[in-house]
Nanobody, 119 residues
Framework: QVQLVESGGGLVQAGGSLRLSCAAS????????MAWFRQAPGKEREFVAS????????NYADSVKGRFTISRDNAKNTVYLQMNSLKPEDTAVYYC????????????WGQGTQVTVSS
């Protein structure tokens, strides 16, 4: 079992930056791939970025490439999402998710943190 707690959300002006953190409890954190998803009001949840257990492989949605960076610190059981050049359309609740090496689905989710970008 993995429990995830996000933090770092808030209100920022367009063009600004935020860094989200996701702290994980449980053992063998480095064996889990981690990801960030987001859900805007009235829209479905969408993939933002993912990172492998070792941190060597990352993937991004086209909408955030070049602006967002996902990283992890396995010693701290934490994954980060650095968000730069934020746009109003980035406004959403951001969720952290974990997937073990034995599953193909994102089985563990945090409660979400609100990011609001004003124009």
């Amino acid at each position: 079992q993995v429990q995830l707690v996000e933090s770092g959300g808030g209100l920022v002006q367009a063009g600004g930056s935020l860094r989200l953190s996701c702290a994980a409890s449980g053992r063998a954190f480095s064996s889990y791939a981690m990801a960030w998803f987001r859900q805007a009001p009235g829209k479905e949840r969408e993939f933002v970025a993912s990172i492998s257990g070792s941190g060597s492989t990352t993937n991004y949605a086209d909408s955030v490439k070049g602006r967002f960076t996902i990283s992890r610190d396995n010693a701290k059981n934490t994954v980060y999402l650095q968000m730069n050049s934020l746009k109003p359309e980035d406004t959403a609740v951001y969720y952290c998710a974990a997937r073990s090496a034995f599953h193909s689905t994102w089985a563990y989710w945090g409660q979400g943190t609100q990011v609001t970008v004003s124009s």
